[in-house]
């Protein structure tokens, strides 16, 4: 992973349009910049050294100099250019993929409000009860968030069926909570179910890769995701490991500043699923 080339892409929209130019030159020739001054690049990228210098700082380093030994540095990582292509094999798609989850990642983490992330795993703490709704690939995460926060001590459960969302909701009231997960932010059923949930009285909560969407205006809290879901073709991936990371640190939150009581549930869970595994003779804890 070279490391270098990625922060250029994480920081390549808040750039300038001559620092772009950098940013593209050396995105379209990487590798190639070690043996260039920076009146040379500034050449090359149609810029200016005082440009260079600034993308150079944007960047985190001192200046040019600090820049070309960083990529000197790393000029034994093979270069692993964004774009997915038909000659690619299978392991440099995957290089691709990990690349792309990483600026995800660092973006979603850039996007979300601190304050909103401590109101939304305290509203789901002290929920009497939490649904999680979500359809297509939002549902697996629902699910997969649902059983965490249960695990965590939180009476929350999973809804992907639109009618079964909407029966749940309309049961709800003061001192409930729903989780709204849509990576658009339009998905009607979602928005709907939001909608109603304000109706009964919920606290509602999205996790969503559009800022401006209807699910915004329909949540009491917003947790923003990376936007750029297929950036460079790789099926929603990004937005789905972002999605899940949001869910996994508001569980973190819960369990680390309950411990004591969820160390109890973890020990309890673990006891009672000990009946299901199997064990090296080959059957199942307490069978004859």
């Known amino acids: 992973m070279n490391r270098t080339l990625l922060q250029t892409q994480l920081l390549y929209d808040e750039m300038g349009k001559s620092e772009k130019k950098v940013a593209d030159w050396l995105l379209s020739h990487p590798g190639e910049v070690l043996p260039y001054s920076i009146t040379e690049l500034a050449r ?8 260079i210098v600034r993308f150079s700082k944007r960047l985190g380093f001192s200046g040019y100099q600090e820049l070309k030994l960083s990529l000197a540095q790393e000029k034994e990582n093979r270069v692993v250019l964004p774009t997915i292509t038909s000659a690619d094999s299978c392991y440099e798609i995957l290089e691709k993929v990990c690349n792309d989850a990483y600026l995800s990642l660092e973006r979603t983490r850039r996007l979300l409000v ?24 939002s549902a697996s995460v629902a699910i997969d968030a649902a059983n965490k926060f249960l695990r965590a001590g939180c009476n929350t459960y999973a809804y992907s069926d639109t009618h079964m969302q909407t029966i749940a909701i309309s049961q709800l009231g003061a001192g409930d909570c729903v989780v709204g997960i849509s990576q658009s932010g339009s998905s009607k059923d979602i928005v ?10 919920a606290i509602t909560i999205c996790v969503t890769g559009a800022e401006r969407s209807p699910i915004v205006r329909q949540s009491d809290i917003a947790l923003v995701t990376d936007t750029e879901e297929v950036r460079h073709s ?7 490991i972002s999605r899940l990371m949001v869910l996994d640190a508001l569980c973190y939150y819960i369990v680390y500043r309950n411990e004591e009581k969820i160390s109890g549930l973890l020990s309890e869970d673990e006891r009672s699923l000990e009946s299901k595994r199997v064990h090296e003779d080959g059957a199942a804890a307490g069978e004859n």
């Open 114 to 137: 601190a304050d909103s992330m401590t109101r939304a795993a305290e509203a789901i703490a002290s929920a009497r009860k939490c649904l999680l709704i979500g359809l297509g690939s």
């Open 234 to 240: 790789t099926l929603g991936l990004n937005s789905h």
């Open 44 to 51: 090359l990228s149609e810029s200016s050294e005082a440009t």
């Open 192 to 201: 709907d179910g939001l909608r109603l949930a304000r109706s009964r009285g």
